[in-house]
């Protein structure tokens, strides 16, 4: 009896570890050898200039959205996970960019590097504790963190797919 108890423990046991495990987490997929893609595979076709989208977006209210894809190259990456970074837009302008359903990030070394980004452009009321949040995950020192005492309003952007240029 003693045994069969152990074989059945056994036997669970090994079926248990053979089972596959699925995970929320998107793969990282090679779309060609120019880019990564990162989240929902997008192509490069189509994709607007920051400018072009920064006309678009600087329209925009608190509220609004706008399907948009375009091209930057990343001004910062949150180097905690990569679950965010900054692309300019034009001039002084930029955009802060998060991940749809933190469903991916971006590698935490792509500061620099150029992207195609598609998903919904909006313009976003940033909390004081957000942008401190932000502040500490760019590395910022205490004093900057503590100074940071009035919200912003920002434009935003949440993608759902990411291609990296990787040449």
């Known amino acids: 009896m003693k045994s069969w108890i152990q074989f059945c423990?056994?036997?669970l046991l090994l079926f248990t570890a053979?089972?596959?495990?699925?995970?929320?987490?998107?793969?990282?997929?090679?779309?060609?050898?120019?880019?990564?893609?990162?989240?929902?595979?997008?192509?490069?076709?189509?994709?607007?200039?920051?400018?072009?989208?920064?006309?678009?977006?600087?329209?925009?209210?608190?509220?609004?959205?706008?399907?948009?894809?375009?091209i930057s190259t990343i001004k910062e990456v949150c180097t905690s996970k990569g679950c965010w970074m900054k692309l300019p837009l034009y001039e002084a302008?930029?955009?802060?960019?998060?991940?749809?359903?933190?469903?991916?990030?971006?590698p935490l070394d792509s500061q620099g590097k150029d992207v195609i980004v598609e998903g919904i452009a909006f313009v976003k009321q940033t909390s004081v504790e957000e942008l401190q949040h932000y502040a500490k995950d760019a590395g910022k020192s205490t004093q900057e963190?503590?100074?940071?005492?009035?919200?912003?309003?920002?434009?935003?952007?949440?993608?759902?797919?990411?291609?990296?240029?990787?040449k």
């Open 145 to 166: 963190i503590a100074n940071i005492k009035v919200p912003e309003t920002t434009f935003a952007f949440e993608a759902n797919g990411v291609l990296l240029k990787t």
């Open 18 to 70: 053979c089972k596959e495990v699925k995970t929320t987490e998107k793969e990282v997929v090679e779309v060609s050898s120019a880019y990564q893609s990162f989240g929902d595979v997008i192509t490069e076709e189509n994709a607007l200039s920051s400018e072009e989208v920064y006309a678009q977006m600087k329209v925009l209210q608190v509220g609004d959205t706008l399907p948009v894809k375009f």
């Open 9 to 11: 423990a056994v036997a």
């Open 93 to 106: 302008e930029e955009t802060m960019v998060r991940f749809k359903d933190y469903g991916f990030f971006m």
